[in-house]
């Protein structure tokens, strides 16, 4: 009788355990699902508000290109307002009047590492036909404002330089290289904007987070 009743309990806790390892199995599936979808829904959100910024500022794109490849750009700053202007990226609206100014250099820097990471995080947590392609609009932005940054660093060492010579600034390719890596970077973003929408992205993004 004693040796019966040992086997029962055997038996019931041996099924105790693997209850037990199963509700921890599901609870672990449950906890990993909310993760993903929490981590893909403030990526989406993060990208809509970036796509929302290119939409508003779309009818200007054209002028500020043309003053790009023409000459000094005199206006970059207002650009750059422009395509900051919103909660995510307020933080660093400022930064292109106080380029290399330690306190507004550090919010830049962090800003701009946050989008990097941003860019990589997209291509692991959706399916590459979606992950990769929002990427390349994270990148493309991130670039952009990169590159108008550098562009004002330039800018102002030019305009420095033009006042203790005493003499007009330059409106020849005087900043070259920047100049270029401003209008690549800009037709860059807008165009991969119009694709996101174009190919129904963030459509296909809006239904993964479902899961």
Aim: overall charge negative; charged content about 25%; hydrophobic content about 40%.
């Amino acid at each position: 009788m004693d040796q019966t009743w040992q086997i029962i309990v055997s038996v019931v806790t041996a099924i105790a355990a693997i209850v037990a390892l199963v509700i921890s199995v599901i609870q672990i599936s449950k906890s990993n699902k909310q993760s993903l979808f929490e981590r893909r829904l403030n990526a989406y959100l993060k990208i809509r508000w970036l796509k929302a910024l290119c939409d508003e500022n779309n009818s200007f794109k054209e002028s500020y290109l043309k003053e790009a490849k023409e000459g000094p750009i005199l206006v970059l700053d207002m650009l750059f307002s422009c395509m900051t202007n919103n909660s995510y990226l307020e933080e660093i609206q400022p930064v292109i009047n106080h380029v290399l100014e330690p306190e507004w250099q550090r919010k830049y820097l962090l800003k701009i590492e946050e989008l990097r990471s941003l860019c990589e995080e997209v291509r692991l947590i959706f399916p590459e036909n979606i992950g990769y392609s929002l990427a390349d609009f994270i990148f493309y932005y991130e670039e952009m404002l990169v590159s108008m940054y550098k562009y004002q660093i330039a800018l102002n060492h030019l305009e420095k330089e033009s006042k203790e010579l005493n003499r007009p600034l330059p409106t020849d390719d005087s900043l070259g290289n920047n100049c270029r890596s401003v209008v690549r970077n800009i037709e860059g973003t807008f165009e991969l904007s119009e694709r996101l929408f174009k190919e129904g992205t963030l459509e296909k993004a809006k239904k993964a987070i479902k899961l």
